[in-house]
């Protein structure tokens, strides 16, 4: 790491505009400290790996202290990494002078699928396996690591069998016509083969002691009701009344609406999608021919694309049978969210490019795409994103755990009147359609990143970053951090706002802890931590309300800073 990159680092650690999640500081000063074996697994375990700072205090100033006897401290951080853990890995080093203190940069990579996880060879793999999450080092439970392991393989939880005779759990008409549509789509041997010899060779069906049953896909495709056999794997339909589900309707209800729905893949899906089309808002628009078309608030394709891979991609391993896939919509959004998270080698870098094709319930995905469900050519989630791109609508927002997968769509329409307006207004000229496209979506979501541009305009890499450097010579977005850490937002200066100018020296986001007091005036420390709990740590709330007090953005209604009735409003 250059001196640059480090100082700069620093400075927005400071402010909190770097996520501590891949930054970690330790003081080391004489002798390492026990709990950077854990950092370093729990580095090697997460997307995209992080940095450790040995001679640096932690927050809120983050203070250099430098470390003593380089060399040796180098040399046994370099062993731990050799003979502590396994499998053994291998960070760069580098030293760096900051204010005559010396510090210790060790930059951690991700390991790989098939070295997953790294973990503490004396606590075994199942205790001493660990994982970055917010600003602190977790034990990944047995579930996680297991999904880590099975993620070097391919599983076959979708080719276990179901102890019954298939004829009497499977729609056996359905099946008939899946077999004539296998026939006509098949070049080789298997187009003129008979009906089970096809069952068994697509994983329908299997022998078991000269019985004939369905497997799990079988069941999952075919089945007349999957539920009797696993009561949750089922789909949960919510809608909520307020964009924070914490929050009650009108009437006190929390939802208003939460049906289950079961039934095999292909009858979910079809029930799931009428289940959209009558709660989604829609508008109806005049087609070239003179035509009435009724549009959905969300493209109908990318919906249909999202809920077949939540379906076909879920984990259906024993441990995760108990869970359900929710699709919940909200006023201003729809989030569909999956057991399991990204499998193999796909990650949210590489989600939506067709040539990373990886599947997690194989046999599962070859009879959807039999049926005609799919296309299994991984080109599932880059069609979504396209057909948002075609409606004017932001792509997909994407969180991956190793338990779980979710897919956010929001219902700004980046060229609504709204919008277009907002670009008149702000004058600023020499700007191309990508870029006038980007200003809004970074008005509505605060930010934006290399890849969110690629996948905003569908340009590669190297125009996303010309473009954006554009942005920020004309001063109309600014960049913070560096590498893999870089986002650009827009400059407060242009967005006309005096309070942003007031928020652009405080700790990164500061701005949403201060429009959760402004809307829930007063409240609470704890109503804070609870309703912003998805964004910030409790540690990461209370420096933030102490910057807002100290720049007078926000009054305690109680000087005692432990009052029980202390709350807090703006100033």
């Known amino acids: 790491m250059l001196i640059d990159e480090l ?5 927005e650690l400071k402010v909190g505009k770097v996520e501590t999640q891949k930054l970690e500081c330790k003081e080391a000063r004489n002798n390492i400290p026990r709990s950077l074996l854990e ?8 997307h995209g790996g992080g940095i450790i700072l040995l001679g640096a205090g932690d927050a809120p100033t983050f203070p250099i202290l430098g470390v003593e006897n380089i060399d040796r401290l180098q040399s046994a951080v370099a ?38 996880p790294v973990y503490i060879k004396a606590r075994g793999i199942y205790h001493g396996s660990f994982i970055r999450l917010a600003d602190g080092d977790h034990q990944l439970t047995e579930y996680e690591v297991l999904k880590l392991l099975e993620n070097r393989g391919q599983p076959r939880h979708d080719m276990e069998l179901i102890e019954s005779p298939y004829e009497s759990v499977l729609n056996l008409e359905t099946m008939d016509a899946f077999v004539d549509r296998v026939r006509q789509r098949s070049q080789g041997p298997i187009g003129d083969a008979d009906k089970i010899t096809i069952l068994r060779a697509t994983h329908i ?41 914490n929050l009650p309707g009108p009437n006190g209800e929390r939802y208003w609406v939460n049906e289950p729905i079961e039934g095999n893949i292909p009858v979910i899906l079809q029930r799931i999608l009428l289940l959209l089309g009558r709660h989604l808002p829609k508008r109806t628009v005049v087609t070239g021919s003179m035509e009435r078309e009724e549009l959905w608030e969300y493209p109908r394709e990318a ?6 891979n939540a379906l076909l991609h879920r984990d259906y391993s024993t441990q995760a049978r108990g869970s359900q896939v929710q699709v919940a919509l909200y006023p201003d959004r729809l989030t569909i969210s999956n057991p399991g998270g990204l499998f193999g080698t796909v990650t949210l870098d590489n989600i939506d490019q067709p040539d990373v094709q990886q599947a997690r ?7 959807a795409e039999d049926l005609g469900i799919v296309e299994n050519r991984g080109g599932g989630v880059g069609a979504i994103i396209t057909s948002m791109r075609k409606h004017n609508l932001s792509p ?22 709204d919008a277009l307006k907002w670009l008149e207004s702000i004058k600023i000229s020499g700007l191309n359609s990508n870029q006038r496209l980007v200003m809004v979506y970074v008005k509505n979501e605060g930010r934006i990143t290399n890849r969110e541009y690629q996948r905003l305009c569908g340009v590669d890499t190297i125009i996303a970053t010309r473009e954006l450097g554009e942005m920020v010579q004309s001063e109309v977005l600014s960049m913070t951090g560096t590498r893999r850490w870089a986002f650009y937002e827009l400059s407060p200066e242009l967005s006309g706002m005096e309070e942003d100018i007031k928020f652009k020296a405080l700790p990164a986001d500061s701005k949403k802890i201060w429009k959760y007091i402004k809307d829930n005036e007063p409240v609470a420390r704890k109503e804070i931590i609870k309703g912003l709990r998805n964004i910030f740590t409790a540690n990461q709330v209370d420096y ?16 005692r800073e432990k009052a029980s009735n202390r709350k807090y409003i703006i100033f």
């Open 39 to 46: 950092t370093l697994s729990a580095f090697s375990n997460t």
């Open 303 to 308: 919906l249909r694309e999202a809920l077949a």
């Open 205 to 245: 069906i299997s022998d078991r002691e000269g019985h004939l049953m369905p497997t799990v896909a079988g069941l999952l495709m075919f089945g007349k009701m999957p539920q009797f056999f696993f009561p949750n794997l089922r789909v949960v339909f919510l809608v909520y009344p307020n964009t924070d589900p």
């Open 544 to 559: 933030r309300l102490e910057k807002l007090i100290e720049k007078n953005l926000i009054v305690p209604t109680n000087p």
């Open 7 to 11: 100082m700069e680092l620093i400075d």
């Open 396 to 417: 997909p927002l994407f969180k991956n755990t190793l338990s779980r997968f979710s897919l956010t769509f929001k219902n700004h329409n980046l060229l609504s009147p």
């Open 79 to 116: 062993n731990m990494c050799a003979q502590e853990l396994e499998p053994p890995i291998r960070p760069q080093f580098s030293l760096h002078n900051i204010g005559g203190r010396s510090l210790l940069v060790i930059e951690v990579p991700e390991a790989g699928v098939a070295e997953k």
């Open 361 to 367: 319930n194989s046999a599962l995905m070859r009879i």
